[in-house]
């Protein structure tokens, strides 16, 4: 049986998501309600229970960010949403802001309360232009509403959320690289520590979670810790999204828990690879994730399972390749989008994006030079080695993996 | 009394008081750490990596100049992983610029074994000198995006915002606001980022027209102070 779950996707399609009043009726703004009854620290407490695992990328555990942002004692305290998805082939934000914008509104102000802070950002992908609709549209309805604003329901709570798009850069998305666009400079990442945690958004104390991460509050709220570790693996529980494209015949967003395999995905919810071709590679965790072979199709998609093949599950992109396609065109356009990312401020990824890029491009001509292997894993080992942030740890990760995985480049003693 | 903080150095216990770096507290043992961007005059920036050292169970290098001694840390400034990124940062700085009058970066290619024509295929960054003013000249052929002339014209030292960053990724570069020849910016000729630049790519006019093979005459003509009207 394949494990679908319609928790995270209940609404997406079925409601209008620029009506409050049909979210109301589908259960909106209950688990606000709820939370607002209760201590903060039974929320984080609840969180913890849950073992929420964010689902931005970096797969750190929501309950711990949470209790540390509850812990600081400095004031203001920031929440952070991050909609700033810019993974190539990852897509399933972009799902829920456009599906579900309310939802997003609603589990921003239950973290606020929970770690106890009175505003919020939501950093929009810039090239999200009806996500950015849609949720200008809901916050402001919520607001009008008194969802969002003074004492809601006559509490002590006040929450408003402000609204930032992003100009078109990969690395902004990085947690720090954010919090710099949003104060109005140069998009890079700071040196950590201090985290966001402690030194966050203005230099206070910033909760930042990922937008699919946020949209399973709500419902761990409602149901409960316990009950949202019942649903999949213990380790790796609750619902997940994945985003499919490339050569399947149905590629789109579905929800499953993390038990679910890579052969089911492919061939159970996105239909198979079209035209009678096979699987040569799948690229999970997009531009900066790692290549599997079709041997490798039974692991299942969780943080961990993964990680025991030597690969992540990232941001939850599933690129499926079949046997038409050239593997070295895939890489020099990998390593091209870090070339073009990389924002420059750390010496290994500014200048070893652009080496990998043009060693790969050349190597993609059929143009083979002695050393090129060498070469590339030197660059490759030193950006993930010394670079500042994830985007130069992991711009050698898709092609390391695929040295490792397929044999792509010549033995030196046959050039 | 300040709190001590204990770690080990190449195997060697160090204490040395809260909030010293991984460098300094290096360097109080003997063991020194190559740095490029670090200036003790200005805040680590981190960028360089040039002095990633290893700490045992750590995911990644961190840099040392930037990096606060933990309790019971082991930290190893020599290791496969850092003399590797050590080496291969210094082979592909000299592919993108000029280094042939930065002392520092030849002295660690020996060191490493840096081989400074490793990736002479890869593009070059060039560009044409700028000689907008008496003082100083600017050959971005030379510079390293160490970053250390905006760090002085701003919060470090100056606070005179006359240089900044400008493009991304390889192609960044530094350059005034709207790349205004520099008397028609903010800059006051204070000289402090030529005083902190590393690779000669700003340089004093007065000596790289002597370089150049200019006369006395030319050069008094050539650096004279403009007039205030
Ligand atoms: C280059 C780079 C790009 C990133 N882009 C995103 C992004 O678009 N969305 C996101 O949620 N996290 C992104 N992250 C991860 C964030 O830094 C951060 O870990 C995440 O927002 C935390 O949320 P979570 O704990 O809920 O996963 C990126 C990280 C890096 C290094
Ligand atoms: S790793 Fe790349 S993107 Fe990240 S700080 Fe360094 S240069 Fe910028
Ligand atoms: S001009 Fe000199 S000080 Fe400025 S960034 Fe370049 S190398 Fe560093
Ligand atoms: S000297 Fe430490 S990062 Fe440059």
């Given amino acids: 049986m394949v494990p679908r779950t319609n928790i ?3 609404r997406v399609g079925k ?48 309950g711990f960010k949470w209790a540390a942002v509850r812990r600081e004692t400095a004031r203001p305290k920031y929440v952070v949403c991050n909609a700033d998805e ?31 802070a009175n505003r919020g950002f939501l950093y929009v992908r810039g090239e999200y232009p009806l996500a950015y609709k849609r ?6 309805e919520s607001r009008r509403a008194g969802y969002l604003g003074l004492n809601l329901w006559n509490t002590e709570f006040c929450f408003d959320i402000e609204i930032y798009r992003g100009a078109g850069a990969y690395v902004c998305g990085e947690e720090t690289a954010l919090f710099e666009s949003i104060e109005g400079r140069r998009g890079q990442p700071r040196l950590k520590p201090p985290f966001p945690t402690t030194n966050g958004l203005f230099g206070q104390p910033t909760l930042i979670n990922n937008v699919e991460t946020l949209a399973n ?5 409602l149901n409960g810790g316990q009950w949202y570790r019942t649903l999949g693996p213990l380790t790796n529980p609750g619902p997940k999204l994945y985003a499919v494209s490339g050569h399947v015949r149905k590629p789109g967003v579905y929800e499953a828990t993390m038990d679910l395999t890579l052969q089911e995905l492919i061939y159970e919810l996105a ?44 941001s939850g992109a599933v690129m499926v390749l079949d046997d038409s396609v050239d593997l070295w065109n895939v890489l020099r356009r990998v390593t091209r989008f870090f070339q073009h990312e990389s924002c420059g401020k750390c010496f290994p990824c500014q200048l070893g994006t652009q080496r990998q890029a043009e060693i790969v491009t050349r190597l993609a001509a059929g143009n083979v030079h002695p050393g090129d292997g060498a070469a590339l894993t030197d660059i490759g080992l030193t950006m993930r080695d010394a670079s500042i942030c994830g985007l130069g740890q992991m711009a050698s990760s898709a092609l390391l993996s695929a040295f490792s995985q397929f044999s792509l480049l010549p033995r030196e003693d046959e050039l | 009394m300040t709190e001590e903080v204990r770690c080990t150095i190449d195997g060697r216990m160090v204490s040395v008081p809260a909030g010293t770096t991984i460098l300094e507290a290096a360097r109080q043992v003997g063991r020194d750490i190559p740095t490029l961007c670090h200036h003790e005059a200005l805040t680590a920036s981190g960028m360089c990596r040039i002095c990633s050292v290893e700490i045992e169970g750590a995911r990644t290098l961190v840099p040392a100049c930037a990096t606060v001694v933990r309790e019971d840390t082991v930290i190893h400034t020599r290791s496969e992983r850092v003399d590797r990124s050590r080496k291969v940062i210094l082979e592909m700085l000299a592919s993108a610029s000029d280094v042939s009058e930065a002392p520092d970066i030849l002295a660690y290619a020996e060191t490493y074994n840096a081989d400074l024509s490793r990736f002479a295929d890869g593009e070059k960054r060039t560009y044409d000198i700028v000689d907008d003013n008496p003082f100083y000249i600017r050959d971005y052929n030379k510079c390293i995006l160490c970053g250390r002339c905006v760090q002085a014209c701003g919060t470090d030292m100056q606070f005179t915002f006359a240089l900044t960053t400008a493009g991304r990724g390889f192609h960044s570069h530094i350059t005034t606001f709207f790349d205004q020849p520099l008397p028609e910016s903010v800059c006051v ?17 007065q000596e790289w027209l002597l370089e150049q093979g200019a006369n006395w005459d030319e050069i008094r003509a050539q650096t004279k102070k403009p007039r205030r009207h």
């Fill in chain 1, 86 to 116: 810019s993974e190539p082939g990852t897509f399933k934000d972009r799902y829920l802001l456009e599906g579900d914008p309310f939802r997003i509104v609603e589990a921003m102000a239950i973290s606020a309360y929970a770690v106890g």
């Fill in chain 2, 189 to 205: 000729f204070c000289g402090n980022c030529v005083g902190v630049c590393p690779t000669n790519a700003l340089q004093p006019k």
């Fill in chain 1, 217 to 221: 509050v709500p419902d761990i709220v």
């Fill in chain 1, 8 to 10: 995270l996707g209940k």
């Fill in chain 1, 15 to 62: 409601i209008d998501p620029g009506s409050l009043p049909a979210y109301v009726a589908s259960g909106g703004f209950l688990a606000l309600r709820k939370a607002l009854t209760l201590q903060p620290e039974e929320i984080v407490h609840e969180i913890m229970a849950a073992h929420l695992i964010g689902r931005g990328g970096a797969a750190f555990s929501a």
């Fill in chain 1, 271 to 314: 239909g198979g690879i079209p035209g009678g071709r096979r699987v040569q590679a799948v690229l999970v965790g997009g531009a900066a994730g790692t290549f599997l072979r079709p041997d490798q199709l039974d692991v299942a998609l969780g943080f961990d399972t993964l990680r025991t093949i030597g690969a992540t599950l990232g």
């Fill in chain 1, 135 to 140: 949720l200008a549209h809901a916050v402001a």
